[in-house]
């Protein structure tokens, strides 16, 4: 029986993004990561073979059986071949990982203990930071190399050959996707933690004009350290509060720019679009970090992503200013200093905050210059534009450079009347 309404055009590009890393993981489980690309092959022409059929007798009844099972009978095909042509040709392919039946089934439990395994294996230290987050978007996320080209504001040939680099060393790993082991977890989650982290960040702060792609990087990096969140082996205080840092961070992401891409000023946005179904789960996972003794950057970093999501406290500026504190101490990056520097200021006022900037000297950072034009932007307009052309001239974001354009304007006709 044919489903009547349902479009394979319109479902297929959907089905993909869930199902086709989940499929890639199972079959890399089996087969061992050395054949990572026979293993997408075989996927890939699965999603192939529905867009053909589909395309002609409709969508089947249950769509994700039908691709799994498709899926599981290429794997028979391509093992078939295999054994036929290593017997033909004696020794001259390695193939001991490999057997003539699948001995795997697409079940709830073998998906997800592949699914996190995967995470383990791609988030492996011998790549660079850039590397690993590539290799996230493509392997565990779906991300074709255009679209992370796309979030890098990158070159699709700088992409490949990042990516290149990265699948050769995790192919060389010999990492096992299987049933985690402690030695594993114990020895890869910090990087795990850290690369998820910074995928989230490359949506959430994305460079790139693509609304879209910055949405899905921020719903991948989430739904990855959700995994890590639900399963016993792997759901730390670290994994809590990462997870608690993304819900509050993501529930503000409708209101934070325009249809068009422009960005809004955190006491400009419309708090009616905050979504407090993730300011819940992000309290919820929250709770469940605080039950150790330990404090990370992504306790600090999750607690400040609270106090933001609070429109309302008398105290709210100086709880978030001595979290900065405490943040600086335990990892100083620019970015945090300038942030820092923004709640010195809401605490102390703008004179103060001036001062508190102007000794970070952080003269090539576009943030430094926003910082800078923001404060001085009520008594000194003429010292803000000039910050402020900075700001434009050092950045790279073309939405940042329209509101920064915009700011400037909006302060030369003050300065006219």
């Not at 959907?14 to 993981?25: C, G, I, Q």
């Not at 400009?268 to 469940?288: A, F, M, P, R, S």
Request: contains cysteine; hydrophobic residues 40%; proline residues 2%.
């Amino acid at each position: 029986m044919q489903k009547e309404t349902a479009s394979s055009k319109e479902l297929l590009p959907h089905l993909f993004r869930l199902e086709y890393t989940k499929m890639t993981a199972v079959l890399c489980r089996h087969f061992g990561l050395k054949h990572i690309e026979a293993a997408e092959d075989i996927v890939s022409e699965t999603f192939l073979k529905a867009s053909e059929v589909w395309g002609i007798n409709g969508v089947p009844e249950n769509p994700t059986a039908w691709l799994y099972t498709v899926a599981k009978n290429k794997t028979k095909d391509y093992l078939k071949h295999l054994t036929v042509f290593e017997t033909r040709v004696k020794d001259a392919i390695q193939t001991d990982e490999l057997q003539a039946e699948p001995d795997f089934e697409f079940n709830h439990q073998t998906i997800s203990d592949s699914q996190l395994a995967m995470i383990f294996a791609v988030c492996n230290p011998a790549n660079a930071t850039e590397a690993q987050i590539c290799l996230a978007l493509q392997v565990l996320c779906g991300f074709s190399v255009a679209e992370i080209a796309d979030a890098f504001l990158t070159k699709t040939e700088t992409i490949k050959k990042r990516l290149f680099r990265a699948r050769t060393n995790l192919r060389n790993d010999n990492f096992q996707i299987g049933e985690l082991q402690e030695q594993a977890i114990q020895s890869r989650l910090d990087t795990v933690l850290s690369t998820l982290y910074l995928l989230f960040n490359e949506g959430y702060s994305s460079r790139s004009n693509n609304h879209l792609i910055r949405k899905d990087l921020c719903s991948e990096a989430i739904r990855l350290v959700l995994m890590l969140a639900e399963n016993p082996l792997t759901s730390t205080t670290d994994a809590n509060a990462l997870l608690a840092l993304m819900c509050f961070q993501s529930s503000r992401f409708d209101a934070r720019a325009t249809n068009d891409g422009e960005i809004i000023l955190f006491e400009e946005q419309d708090k009616t679009l905050w979504n407090q179904e993730l300011i819940d789960k992000g309290n919820y996972y929250l709770i469940n970090a605080c039950s150790g003794n330990q404090i990370s950057k992504y306790h600090l970093e999750a607690g400040i992503a609270y106090w933001h999501t609070t429109p309302t406290g008398d105290h709210k500026w100086e709880h978030i200013l001595q979290l900065y504190n405490q943040l600086i101490l335990i990892e100083y990056s620019p970015v945090t200093a300038l942030n820092r520097t923004f709640a010195f200021a809401k605490v102390y006022g703008n004179e103060q905050g001036i001062a508190e900037a102007e000794k970070l000297n952080l003269t090539q950072f576009t943030h430094y210059h926003c910082l800078l034009g923001y404060l001085y932007a009520a008594t000194n307009p003429s010292k803000a534009i000039e910050h402020y052309q900075q700001a434009v001239d050092l950045t790279k974001s073309p939405s940042e450079r329209r509101t920064l354009t915009k700011q400037i304007e909006r302060l030369a006709v003050l300065q006219s009347r």
